[in-house]
């Protein structure tokens, strides 16, 4: 009841604010174009797949995680200063209420985003994959929860948005770099190959490679998938850790 | 815990709303509050004053027990501040409005009110207790800033608090609105709702049943506004207020806190 009236007001929110409803649907899909056209020219051996199957594919996964960690990390810290948090929290309100409130909202955005970036993708670009498009949009949404939950978190650790956005680098950039796609996985040194399969994104990776190479659902899939949910949840948990009603 | 949410006051209550014994409050190295002792009666305006600086916001941040406190002890309602039950039955609204400035004065009344489990009914109430009717489609932020305290205060009424915790309601706010205000928090106390009420302006000390006047983190008295001119020896209660300051610096053997209570 209050968690759906959270993510009721969180929706609402974002509806008053058009120009970031139109950036959140629309610049995945620019980008998607842009990589398509990137790899537009480049001479592909017969079997093998072009590389905007694989780059691209990733991307859909990627999209959502940075748009909703950075999303999610700004209206999250503007709760905490603005004092409607501490207000909050003076009301009868539980904190997985608003903790889940929110991971809904977004989890409804992103589910939108990663629909209108998916279809782009296969439609338009004819991305060329085994597995099932819902698939894909599945862990696309998995995934924006995941950028939800670890937004939630580290804007406690912020005091200022300027701040915020400074965790990107930190927290975002290193799972894009060590997911697996720029360099495959086990052609990594061991250091960062053991550092790339303790980051959530990796498991997002791995997840989508198995859609793409096979036409049913994989073990290895759920596998990812459930590890994943794993991660959200126990980065949720650390969040609400960091929601005191009580403060020095 | 439905039910108490619910119940809404009903008839002037009896006895003590808030208490404090020896309450101490330490910010980062500085003593906020002084060893705090008093207790609120419940059913009336209680005025808590004092110039800015004195702990009148850490005061209420520890009677809505989100304060951390250093020792000492507040009790609301008969319970200790901060319990569970009470976040059903005490309304808090901060000095600078904490409402969502992308969301209508609708919106924002609806959702705190969800909380309550109060719908669009007490919401329309609410907005029109503060007057706000008119605007209640617009969006929060553009609003001039006695509107959006405004907002703020009728996100609180909507819950229907039997105790209300008020931190400088009435700044920024025109002649005729603090008057209005004041005659609402009169029939809401009338109908058996505590309320506590900050201001530095001492003259809205005349709305109030009791003071407590807070100075430099401890309490230089806590009287009426009748006792305050009298032992202030004038009938401007700015100039009471600071007769009475004057006295207690002249004079630091006698402890101003044991004051008379009415």
Redesign the interface.
């Known amino acids: 009841?209050?968690m759906l009236?959270?993510t009721?007001?969180v929706l609402?929110?974002l509806r008053?604010?058009h120009r970031s409803v139109a950036l959140i649907l629309v610049v995945p899909a620019l980008l998607l174009t842009a990589v398509y056209f990137l790899y537009e020219n480049e001479t592909l051996l017969p079997g093998v797949p072009r590389t905007f199957d694989r780059v691209g594919l990733m991307m859909l996964a990627i999209f959502p995680f940075v748009v909703m960690f950075l999303v999610t990390s700004i209206t999250m810290l503007r709760e905490r200063t603005?004092?409607?948090l501490?207000?909050?929290?003076?009301?009868?309100?539980h904190k997985a209420d608003l903790l889940f409130g929110y991971g809904l909202a977004f989890s409804i955005m992103a589910a939108l985003q990663s629909l209108v970036a998916t279809a782009v993708a296969y439609w338009i670009f004819g991305l060329d994959i085994q597995g099932s498009p819902g698939l894909v949009v599945m862990i696309a949404v998995i995934n924006a929860v995941l950028g939800v939950a670890l937004g939630l978190l580290c804007s406690a650790f912020a005091r200022t948005e300027f701040q915020a956005v400074q965790f990107m680098p930190v927290v975002v950039v290193p799972q894009i770099l060590l997911c697996g796609l720029f360099v495959a996985r086990d052609r990594m040194n061991e250091v960062l190959e053991a550092v790339s399969n303790v980051l959530p994104l990796t498991f997002s990776v791995d997840a989508l490679q198995q859609v793409a190479t096979n036409t049913e659902p994989t073990d290895e899939l759920w596998m990812d998938a459930g590890v994943i949910v794993a991660i959200v949840l126990a980065v949720l948990v650390l969040a609400s850790l960091t929601l005191r009603?009580?403060?020095? | 815990m439905s039910h108490l949410a619910a119940a809404a006051p009903a008839g002037p209550e009896s006895g003590v709303a808030v208490s404090a014994s020896a309450l101490h409050v330490i910010r980062g190295k500085v003593p906020v509050l002084r060893g705090l002792d008093f207790a609120i009666e419940a059913g009336r305006i209680t005025g808590l004053l004092g110039p800015s600086g004195s702990g009148k916001t850490t005061l209420m941040r520890a009677i809505m027990g989100v304060q951390v406190l250093t020792s000492g002890s507040v009790q609301v309602l008969g319970l200790p501040a901060g319990h569970p039950e009470l976040r059903h039955r005490v309304g808090y609204v901060t000095q600078s409005p904490s409402v969502y400035p992308d969301l209508t004065v609708e919106a924002n009344v609806r959702y705190f009110g969800a909380m309550h489990r109060k719908g669009r009914a007490e919401a329309a109430e609410a907005i029109a207790a503060v007057g706000l009717e008119p605007q209640a489609r617009q969006k929060t932020g553009d609003l001039s800033g006695g509107q959006l305290s405004r907002v703020s205060l009728a996100c609180a009424l909507v819950a229907r608090p039997s105790l209300l915790v008020l931190d400088e309601p009435t700044v920024g706010l025109d002649p005729v609105l603090r008057a209005d205000l004041w005659g609402r928090f009169r029939s809401m106390a009338e109908s058996g709702t505590t309320l506590l009420v900050s201001s530095h302006v001492m003259e809205e000390a005349s709305h109030c049943g009791s003071l407590l006047l807070l100075r430099e983190g401890k309490l230089l008295a806590q009287l009426t506004p009748a006792e305050l001119s009298q032992r202030g020896q004038s009938a401007d209660l700015e100039q009471a207020f600071l007769h009475l300051i004057r006295n207690a610096a002249e004079t630091p053997g006698t402890s101003p806190e044991r004051a008379v209570r009415s």
Request: glycine content about 4%; overall charge positive.
């Open positions: 009841m209050m009236a959270t009721r007001r609402d929110q008053h604010d603005s004092g409607t501490e207000r909050l929290l003076t009301t009868p309100i009603r009580r403060t020095a």
